[in-house]
Nanobody, 126 residues
Framework: QVQLVESGGGLVRAGASLRLSCAAS????????MAWFRQTPGKEREFVTA????????FIADIVKGRFTMSRDNAKNTVYLQMNSLEVEDTAVYYC???????????????????WGQGTQVTVSS
């Protein structure tokens, strides 16, 4: 079965950096769009960034643009989220997601994704 396993979360001070990883198995990885979402208690899951399969492009939320970068390594079936200049407002559970045949205009919508990881907590203190 498909599994997405996130790692790399933790507790850091504002201004620090973290790199999250998401290792995928059980799917033809290069064919899937991969994304990172985040969620805080009482709020809906929020789009952070996504990357299409096979070099189809990268999308990123304005709120993290210039600070966060997503990349993928198809040879390792892994995506990464490099987070720099972290802010207290970035505190959330970060989820990795995979979806097939997602058109660009729908890439930011959580309901388009077929598979989800269990999430990893990122806490940024002031």
């Amino acid at each position: 079965q498909v599994q997405l396993v996130e790692s790399g979360g933790g507790l850091v001070r504002a201004g620090a950096s973290l790199r999250l990883s998401c290792a995928a198995s059980g799917l033809t990885f290069s064919r899937y769009s991969m994304a990172w979402f985040r969620q805080t208690p009482g709020k809906e899951r929020e789009f952070v960034t996504a990357i299409k399969g096979n070099g189809g492009g990268t999308f990123i939320a304005d709120i993290v643009k210039g600070r966060f970068t997503m990349s993928r390594d198809n040879a390792k079936n892994t995506v990464y989220l490099q987070m720099n200049s972290l802010e207290v407002e970035d505190t959330a559970v970060y989820y990795c997601a995979a979806g097939a045949r997602i058109i660009n205009s729908s890439i930011r919508f959580a309901r388009q994704y077929d598979y989800w990881g269990q999430g990893t907590q990122v806490t940024v203190s002031s």
